[in-house]
T-cell receptor
Framework: NAGVTQTPKFRVLKTGQSMTLLCAQD?????MYWYRQDPGMGLRLIHY???????AKGEVPDGYNVSRLKKQNFLLGLESAAPSQTSVYFC??????????FGPGTRLTVL | QQQVKQSPQSLIVQKGGISIINCAYE??????FPWYQQFPGKGPALLIA?????SEKKEGRFTISFNKSAKQFSLHIMDSQPGDSATYFC???????????FGAGTTVTVRA
């Protein structure tokens, strides 16, 4: 099993550009999450999903959109990237309220 | 506003020493307190977790101490090894929720 995978691993964007980060899990987990990690801020929840076709806002949702069309995939979109969105993005999944399993992360730089 | 406050931000310990990381919270509805370990360039991974009905949990060289009345919990790394050098995050989950609130993280460096 690959667990949780994320693509791409690295990306550089110019301000105003758009992109989509893909998260995939092969553990048949219902719950999926997108976090951003910034120095001194820990992990902050952007959006999450409790099942296929459902999404909800987390702690810092502004500037991001998500979709969960298939149970195994959770997409994070940036419609118009800003330098403040420079961060490392982590996807995680869990089986209801159990342990969250994290992907390897995507390092995004917005110039 | 972080719901879980973690300290220190970083610490350096000699090989064989004890590393101690502290976390505090206010939400009395929190009922699950995990610690995650993150190596550079990797995603966090669950290290050890505790529920408030016990005051201590030990797994190998890692121990969580929990003080419900003080709303504090801590991670102790005994006999610290260079391979323990990583960033550690405490977290907490509300009994009525499934989302985790994370602390800011502590970078531990173990010197050989």
């Amino acid at each position: 099993n690959a667990g949780v995978t994320q693509t791409p691993k690295f990306r550089v964007l110019k301000t105003g550009q758009s992109m989509t980060l893909l998260c995939a899990q092969d553990m048949n987990h219902e719950y999926m999450y997108w976090y951003r990690q910034d120095p001194g801020m820990g992990l902050r929840l952007i959006h999450y999903s409790v099942g296929e076709g459902t999404t909800a806002k987390g702690e810092v949702p502004d500037g991001y959109n998500v979709s969960r069309l298939k149970k195994q995939n959770f997409l994070l979109g940036l419609e118009s990237a800003a330098p403040s969105q420079t961060s490392v993005y982590f996807c995680a999944s869990s089986l209801s309220r159990s342990e969250q399993f994290f992907g390897p992360g995507t390092r995004l730089t917005v110039l | 506003q972080q719901q879980v406050k973690q300290s220190p931000q970083s610490l350096i310990v000699q090989k064989g020493g004890i590393s101690i990381i502290n976390c505090a919270y206010e939400n009395t509805a929190f009922d699950y307190f995990p610690w995650y370990q993150q190596f550079p360039g990797k995603g966090p991974a669950l290290l050890i977790a505790i529920r408030p009905d016990v005051s201590e949990k030990k797994e190998g060289r890692f121990t969580i101490s929990f003080n419900k009345s003080a709303k504090q919990f801590s991670l102790h790394i005994m006999d610290s090894q260079p391979g323990d050098s990583a960033t550690y995050f405490c977290a907490a989950r509300d009994a009525n929720d499934y989302k985790l609130s994370f602390g800011a993280g502590t970078t531990v460096t173990v010197r050989a």
